[in-house]
């Protein structure tokens, strides 16, 4: 479908960009108290997972997991978790969050009741970890499915 | 890895089932205000979704995007919310949310803030005809990528 005017996801990338293809593009959100929490967002603008073809359903997961794989190999975090809600912004985007016993929400979801007030050390490079790791495991994944 | 004593996934089935195979099974939330809302629970402790060998990972969101599709057809929700979290029971698990403008927390997470109180009226053999389609729909689908 064409771009609606009013959506932030089709007019800019919404963050900076880790990588990107033909279907979609991985940016780190810029969440106050979660470094490492990155966003999957679909190119295109598409409401569900179910309104993609199985080949472009299979890919952009395949996209998901990559950002866990990378989460874990970089910040082993003690869970990671996986959310695509688009409640207010309805093109298709997937929230990918290392979780810490210590952070700001934990063990509730970070869309709960705040737990306390931490900001977590950061690796200066964090950034440039997270880019490497997940182009390197995606290298070799065909763009789509 | 064997069952932790204290895994209430890994114990019973949490919840009416649906639809099962070797892999996992389907089972209704019963969350107040969320008729339809479903889990599509790993019938192994396993912890993220990486921890998956890939065919699995397909296997098993074949299932979800399965009980997004029954949703849609059954219900007709304004959104789906999809969701792997796992902080407190890490024991891999999808919800698979029907959302509605009107519904307790639209448009929050339903694990936000309430915004108003309200239950949905409920087709009485709602249950039913979200098996009957979910069924229908993994039908055709092998059983393990």
Same mark, same amino acid.
């Given at each position: 479908m064409n771009p609606p005017p009013s959506c932030p996801l089709c007019h800019g990338?919404? /963050?900076?960009?880790?990588w990107r293809d033909s279907l979609c593009r991985v940016v780190l959100? #810029?969440?106050?108290?979660?470094? /490492?929490?990155?966003r999957v967002i679909?190119?295109?603008?598409?409401?569900?997972?179910? #309104?993609?073809p199985v080949a472009d359903q299979r890919a952009l997961m395949n996209v998901v997991f990559a950002c866990e794989a990378a989460l874990r190999e970089v910040m082993a975090p003690d869970k990671v978790n996986l959310a695509s809600l688009g409640?207010?912004?309805?093109?298709l985007h997937w929230h990918v969050i290392p979780r810490f016993g210590?952070?700001?929400?934990f063990p509730n979801p970070?869309?709960?009741?705040?737990?306390r007030d931490k900001l977590r050390a950061v690796q200066s490079d964090l950034d440039a970890q997270l880019a490497a790791a997940i182009n390197r495991l995606l290298a070799r994944v065909p763009e789509k499915g």
């Amino acid at each position: 479908m064409n771009p609606p005017p009013s959506c932030p996801l089709c007019h800019g990338d919404a /963050g900076l960009v880790l990588w990107r293809d033909s279907l979609c593009r991985v940016v780190l959100a #810029d969440e106050a108290g979660y470094p /490492g929490f990155m966003r999957v967002i679909l190119n295109d603008h598409v409401r569900e997972m179910t #309104d993609l073809p199985v080949a472009d359903q299979r890919a952009l997961m395949n996209v998901v997991f990559a950002c866990e794989a990378a989460l874990r190999e970089v910040m082993a975090p003690d869970k990671v978790n996986l959310a695509s809600l688009g409640n207010v912004v309805p093109h298709l985007h997937w929230h990918v969050i290392p979780r810490f016993g210590d952070d700001p929400h934990f063990p509730n979801p970070v869309w709960g009741v705040k737990q306390r007030d931490k900001l977590r050390a950061v690796q200066s490079d964090l950034d440039a970890q997270l880019a490497a790791a997940i182009n390197r495991l995606l290298a070799r994944v065909p763009e789509k499915g």
